[in-house]
């Protein structure tokens, strides 16, 4: 299985980004998604994941009714959409793929799959 993230750059406050995962080697149904992020000086933080068939969505508060996690299993493609853009968004996202859902959660340390990150910065 390979995850490769991208879509990352450099957006003003307020803007917007879509990232993606494209994902391979298997199909992605059979595995629950997650995106992750990584500040500079601070640990990986869960930013949320989606189930298999997309019907169930974790996403963290802090980012809660601007990020939006979506995923197209025909297309073999994960999405997190990004709105209203703070500077406290900035840092390197992660996807990754798990086949429990809750390990995307609560045991990143274990996932079965991460792909490489992709820079976001937000410009204040």
């Known amino acids: 299985v390979q995850l490769q993230a991208y879509g990352g750059g450099l957006v003003q406050a307020g803007g917007s980004l879509r990232l993606s995962c494209a994902f391979s080697g298997r199909s992605l149904s059979s595995y629950n998604m997650g995106w992750f992020r990584q500040a500079p000086g601070k640990e990986r933080e869960f930013v949320g994941a989606i189930s298999r068939s997309g019907g169930t969505i974790f996403i963290v508060d802090s980012v809660k009714g601007r990020f939006i996690i979506s995923r197209d299993n025909d297309k073999n493609t994960v999405y997190l959409q990004m709105n209203s853009l703070k500077h406290e968004d900035t840092a390197v996202y992660y996807c990754?793929?798990?086949?429990?859902?809750?390990?995307?959660?609560?045991?990143?340390?274990?996932?079965?799959?991460w792909g490489q990150g992709t820079q976001v910065t937000v410009s204040s």
């Open positions: 990754a793929a798990d086949k429990l859902l809750l390990r995307l959660r609560l045991l990143p340390d274990h996932v079965d799959y």
